[in-house]
């Protein structure tokens, strides 16, 4: 059984900065592709940021583009999120993904992956 934990939301002020964590375990995440999505009070789920298997390729969402990198150590079994010049339109529970993929591509759409988390909360405050 997959399963993915996040870890590092919390509060901060406009303009800070957190990096989050995804753990997997029960597969290797060296062999998946893996995203970032954040869902705020009221609105859909939407997508953040997604890595390739290898982390050749990446994305962002255009309203991170610049300020939020995605990473990943396979060694560790972990993905990262950082996010750096945090607005307070940034608050949302953020939940990590994956799915199976031993190519370079990349994955934008929820319906994607296949494993979740549970999510972290992140609070942005102006």
């Known amino acids: 059984q997959v399963q993915l934990v996040e870890s590092g939301g919390g509060l901060v002020q406009a303009g800070g900065s957190l990096r989050l964590s995804c753990a997997t375990t029960?597969?290797?995440?060296?062999?998946?592709?893996m995203g970032w999505f954040r869902q705020a009070p009221g609105k859909e789920r939407e997508f953040v940021a997604t890595i390739s298997w290898r982390g050749v390729s990446t994305k962002n969402a255009d309203s991170v583009k610049g300020r939020f990198t995605i990473s990943r150590d396979n060694a560790k079994n972990t993905v990262y999120l950082q996010m750096n010049s945090l607005k307070p339109e940034d608050t949302a529970v953020y939940y990590c993904?994956?799915?199976?993929?031993?190519?370079?591509?990349?994955?934008?759409?929820?319906?994607?992956?296949?494993?979740w988390g549970q999510g972290t909360q992140v609070t942005v405050s102006s």
């Open positions: 993904a994956t799915r199976r993929a031993l190519n370079s591509n990349i994955y934008l759409r929820e319906d994607e992956y296949d494993y």
């Open positions: 029960g597969r290797t995440v060296s062999s998946g592709a």
